[in-house]
């Protein structure tokens, strides 16, 4: 009996005896009591952080997005609904991640995409637009080919006629080929003067609606990234 009454009066001194010690040191140092979020941690908050870990990286570093300010919309959820609130959003979460790891990969596929087809863009519209020039002076062109072969049969007359005769020959022959081309200056003028003032007109439509298609797909894509990531936010912001 004088053992159970001397274990029991061993064990309240105890107690006593810490009690004092943490009430002294409590006086002494009041901010050592202070849970500073900063430099504490919890075992909720880990797992949050484990939880929602991608890649080595966790919800604080979704703070650099433009929509951060939702951040101070968050309604914080009680521990005792963490388990099932946590994986429900973890879930969620992850779907995300994986459409925006997809929306990634189609987005850079089609911007390589695009580039090839402003290439083929670019060169069908220059052959277009010089199948036109071509075509506005191809007649006189002709013509002009007619009369250098005349000229190159003055030129073999020389010394078979008068000199004169021949000079003047020549000389109308001349005048004739310069007037042509004149002509044709003209003409390419006008038709270059056409192809700017109409220049969509002579891109290739087969080229052009490829173009219009891949330039869609690219904005759905940064559309959806930018409502997934503010998706993600929102779900940081419920386990916050």
Known sequence: MKIKN??????SLIIVFFAV???WTWLAYPDSFIKNNALNSTPIHNAINLAFSYNGENHEDYEDYEDYEDYEDCEVISNEDFSKATLKEKKEFDRIISQNIKLESILSQQESKLKLINVNLSKA???NTQAYVDEA?????KELNVKEGELKAILSQKNKIQESQFDIMLADKNIEISKIKLRIATLERDALEYVLSHAGDFNDPKIVSELNTTNKIIDDAR???????????K?????C
């Not at 002076?137 to 062109?141: D, N, V």
Request: charged letters at 20%.
């Open 137 to 141: 002076s191809l007649k006189i062109h």
């Open 21 to 23: 010690v943490y009430y």
């Open 223 to 233: 559309s959806k990234l930018i409502i997934n990531n503010k998706k993600i936010i």
């Open 125 to 127: 519209w220059a052959k």
């Open 6 to 11: 001397k274990a029991a009066i061993t064990y």
């Open 235 to 239: 779900i940081m912001c419920k386990i």
